[in-house]
Every structure is written in structure tokens, then in C-alpha cells.
């Protein structure tokens, strides 16, 4: 499917779905950048650059449908000179925004390379969290990929879900450690199909809520 049909289906989907997404406020984080590239596959794909990616087509997935994104980063950069305080700018910005939302797109590792698929991770403290990672991974398995067995993940570690005073996902879209996700995940129109499985999670959560 080809990036403008995408953006139609967009657009199309949320006047269908009463424009769930409509109005709300979100904030798309890619994880890392600069000076931490995240996970680094076999062939040297890092995955700061594929956080970036696969944000930036969510972006404008949501903006298609009406919501106020913002970005934690639009760029290959740090948002701290520590890890802490990279966190931190993260963490905060959900509220700087009054943003309804925060999804934080991440890759995994793992050290058997035969474990492969997107998954999508909650605060076990917040409901709303769990209703929304839910929902993404619904459409994960449904639309993405019907081999994906893997069920919504609940955490009380994750620094980014604890300090995130919103409703917040991180979705572990496939593992750099699995050869056959890491040639799907550098792949521009899987970027896309992924972006799209999370945005119809999204407008599901609120079309439950309306
Ligand atoms: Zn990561």
C-alpha cells in the first residue's frame, strides 16, 4: 500500500470511526537518538533510526485523522546528555502538552534470534494503558501480522510507563535480533503497515471510550 492510499485510508477510517482521534492530543516518541543508537542488529542497523521512521509515518497517520501530534524528537538527536535526563524530557513532555496520549516506538532484543514480532507494553498501574496496548496489539496480530501471538504486556519497571503522568504504550514494533524482522523493519512500506496497525489501535481506544 502506497503512502498517499494510507493517508486516504486515514482520513476515510476516522470519518467512519466518528473521528476518534479527532482533536486528541499526542505525543510520538522515537526512542534514542544521537548518541544512543538503541539496539544495534547484526548488520549494523541501529534502532534509533527505525524509532524515527516508523514515528514520523504515525505522525502523519494521526495528523490525517484529525489529531495534535508532537514529536519527542524529529531528528537523529539526544534529548539529554545522560540516559536519565534523556528519560526525563521524555517523560515530561506528555504534560507539558496536556497531551491525551504517549507512545514511545521502540525495537527489541532478545538473545535467541528465533524470537520475532511487535508487542506492545503497559504500566500495570493504569488501566487506560492497558486498554490501549490492548487495542494496538489487536491490530497488530489482525492487520499486520497474523503469525503474532503475542498478547499486551503489563510492566511495573519500564522508567518510561512509571514516570509518564498519561496514558502510555511503548510498542516493541520486532526484534533487531530476529534476521527476518530486522528485513521487515528497515523496509519502508512494512514502516508504514506497522505505523498503520498502531494508528487503528489508537482510534479503536477512543471509539471504545466514546
Ligand atoms: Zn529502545
Redesign the pocket.
Known amino acids: 500500500m502506497g503512502k498517499f492510499k494510507l493517508i486516504a485510508l486515514a482520513a476515510a477510517f476516522s470519518a467512519l470511526m466518528a473521528l476518534s482521534v479527532n482533536q486528541k492530543i499526542i505525543v510520538v516518541d522515537a526512542?534514542?537518538g544521537g548518541w544512543d543508537p538503541?539496539?544495534i542488529s547484526r548488520d549494523n542497523h541501529e534502532?534509533a533510526a527505525i524509532n524515527l521512521e516508523i514515528a514520523e509515518q504515525l505522525q502523519v497517520l494521526l495528523e490525517a485523522g484529525g489529531a495534535i501530534v508532537f514529536r519527542t524528537r524529529i531528528d537523529d538527536v539526544a534529548l539529554g546528555d545522560t540516559k536519565r535526563t534523556d528519560l526525563r524530557a521524555r517523560t515530561a513532555m506528555p504534560a507539558e502538552m496536556q497531551a491525551d496520549l504517549f507512545i514511545s516506538i521502540?525495537?527489541n532484543a532478545f538473545p535467541q534470534a528465533n524470537v520475532k514480532g511487535a508487542q506492545a507494553f503497559y504500566n500495570e498501574g493504569s488501566q487506560d494503558s492497558r486498554r490501549l496496548a490492548e487495542a494496538i496489539q489487536t491490530r497488530i496480530c489482525s492487520s499486520l501480522d497474523p503469525e503474532n501471538r503475542k498478547k499486551a504486556k503489563g510492566d511495573k519497571a519500564y522508567f518510561l510507563l512509571k514516570e509518564t503522568a498519561t496514558t502510555a504504550v511503548i510498542v516493541e514494533c520486532g526484534f533487531l535480533t530476529n534476521d527476518e524482522d530486522v528485513a521487515r523493519l528497515v523496509n519502508e512500506e512494512y514502516q508504514r503497515k506497522i505505523a498503520w496497525a498502531i494508528y487503528l489501535g489508537i482510534a479503536d481506544y477512543f471509539a471504545q471510550g466514546l
Do not use: C, N, Y
Request: glycine share 28%; no cysteine.
Open positions: 526512542g534514542h538503541g539496539k534502532e521502540h525495537q
